[in-house]
């Protein structure tokens, strides 16, 4: 149980375009769900938190009009890239939790690696 | 704001031997932390999952201890095999999830 999907896995963009990607919850109703950047050789960082329903909450240095965040459903939440640049490319793995506790254990998905030409 | 760190940054090891993995933090008003595997190009495999009440957890090879007081955690794998190379990160969860830089194993057949 607790299966995260993300897809895709990998894209591949030219700079200036928008790129979606999506992370499902397959077996749970996923309340809240989170998504990470991560950069090679580095840990991840949190970029946002989504709750079903409402706007998501940003971290610090995040840009919210770059890094579109829907999470329409309980089941589905989408991340999109908003005319991305070489920089943005990076590895983006996303979570999810069965409730609103912050305690509350995260799944994660596989990742999806984005390429910006 | 809290700090993850995990030392050492890489270790190599032959086959059969213990790893000994270490994880500090900063903060210790913490709900869990929890230890993940991460495989070159891959997402995350949760290993352990310590509540902040709890001192250790153990599954199969693997058990990890947590000494919040102190801002540390172990995570010892036993009898280690060439399988087990891959990433190990910590992550400890105060009201959001830090994660720390991770230890790369690399077990020698």
């Known amino acids: 149980g607790a299966v995260v999907s993300q897809h895709p896995s990998w894209v591949i963009c030219k700079s200036g375009t928008s790129v979606k990607i999506e992370c499902r919850s397959l077996d749970f109703q996923a309340t809240t769900m989170f998504w990470y950047r991560q950069f090679p050789k580095q840990s991840l960082m949190l970029m946002a938190t989504?709750?079903?329903?409402?706007?998501?909450?940003?971290e610090q240095g995040v840009e919210k009009d770059k890094f579109l965040i829907n999470h329409a459903s309980l089941t589905l939440s989408t991340l999109t890239v908003t005319s991305a640049h070489p920089e943005d490319s990076s590895f983006y793995i996303c979570?999810?939790?069965?409730?609103?506790?912050?305690?509350?254990?995260?799944?994660f998905g596989p990742g999806t690696r984005l390429t910006v030409l | 704001k809290q700090e993850v760190t995990q030392i050492p940054a890489a270790l190599s090891v032959p086959e059969g031997e213990n790893l000994v993995l270490n994880c500090s933090f900063t903060d210790s008003a913490i709900y869990n932390l929890q230890w993940f595997r991460q495989d070159p190009g891959k997402g995350l495999t949760s290993l352990l999952l310590?509540?902040?009440?709890?001192r250790e957890q153990t599954s199969g090879r693997l058990n990890a201890s947590l000494d919040k007081s102190s801002g540390r955690s172990t995570l010892y794998i036993a009898a280690s095999q060439p399988g087990d190379s891959a990433t190990y990160l910590c992550?400890?969860?105060?009201?959001?999830?830090?994660f720390g830089a991770g230890t790369t194993v690399t077990v020698r057949a």
């Open positions: 989504s709750n079903e329903g409402s706007k998501a909450t940003y």
């Open positions: 310590i509540q902040s009440s709890q």
């Open positions: 979570s999810a939790s069965s409730g609103r506790a912050v305690w509350n254990e995260q799944f």
């Open positions: 992550a400890v969860n105060d009201y959001k999830l830090s």
